[in-house]
Nanobody, 124 residues
């Protein structure tokens, strides 16, 4: 059974950092692209970052470029999102999701499996 667990969320002041983790079980991540998405109250879910199955392709939303870094460790079946210089507008529930092979950062519906999410709150 496929299962994801996101962790690492919390409350941080503006300018601070958090590292989100996504642990997969029940399958191996090697042939999957993994995306991080977020959803703030009253807003649509949006793509934050995605890493391709090989780890070479890394896409970022314009709003997080230069601040967030996505990485993966296939040996550990883990994906990470390092978030620096956090802003209040980064406040949201963050989700990891997977789809076969290639990233599709602007199409959340293209992702097959989702985690339960972790809350990130950035205070001003």
């Amino acid at each position: 059974q496929l299962h994801f667990v996101e962790s690492g969320g919390g409350l941080v002041q503006a300018g601070g950092s958090l590292r989100l983790s996504c642990a997969a079980s029940g399958f191996t991540l090697n042939s999957y692209a993994i995306g991080w998405f977020r959803q703030a109250p009253g807003k649509a879910r949006e793509g934050v970052s995605c890493i391709g199955s090989s780890g070479v392709t890394r896409d970022y939303a314009d709003s997080v470029k230069g601040r967030f870094t996505i990485s993966r460790d296939n040996a550990k079946n883990m994906v990470y999102l390092q978030m620096n210089s956090l802003k209040p507008e980064d406040t949201a529930v963050y989700y990891c999701a997977v789809r076969r092979f290639a990233c599709a950062l602007t199409r959340p519906a293209a992702y097959d499996y989702w985690g339960q999410g972790t809350q990130v709150t950035v205070s001003s």
